[in-house]
């Protein structure tokens, strides 16, 4: 299903609706495809967490571990 987004603007409970029915919707723009509201848990079939460079990246096997690392410094007290 397609539809504008001054119908996202305007009729966003059907929309939700529609996408609680499994279905996906296409959010349009001046008429081209800008979003796309998918039901919350559903995955593209294809697409991984982590993409890009971040894919194979040494840091991304412990993703929490990597971030604290970064944050060091920047939030102690000490």
Same mark, same amino acid.
């Given at each position: 299903m *397609? !539809?504008?987004a001054k =119908?996202?603007?305007f009729n966003v409970r059907e929309l939700l609706e529609t996408v609680a029915r499994g279905e996906e919707v296409i959010i349009t723009y001046r008429g081209k495809p800008r979003a796309r509201l998918i039901p919350f848990? =559903?995955?593209p079939e294809g697409e991984d967490e982590l993409f890009g460079i971040w894919a194979d990246? &040494? !840091?991304? &096997? =412990?993703?929490?571990a990597?971030? *604290?690392?970064i944050r060091k410094g920047r939030f102690d007290a000490d």
């Amino acid at each position: 299903m *397609q !539809a504008s987004a001054k =119908d996202l603007r305007f009729n966003v409970r059907e929309l939700l609706e529609t996408v609680a029915r499994g279905e996906e919707v296409i959010i349009t723009y001046r008429g081209k495809p800008r979003a796309r509201l998918i039901p919350f848990g =559903d995955k593209p079939e294809g697409e991984d967490e982590l993409f890009g460079i971040w894919a194979d990246h &040494e !840091a991304s &096997e =412990d993703v929490n571990a990597y971030i *604290q690392t970064i944050r060091k410094g920047r939030f102690d007290a000490d």
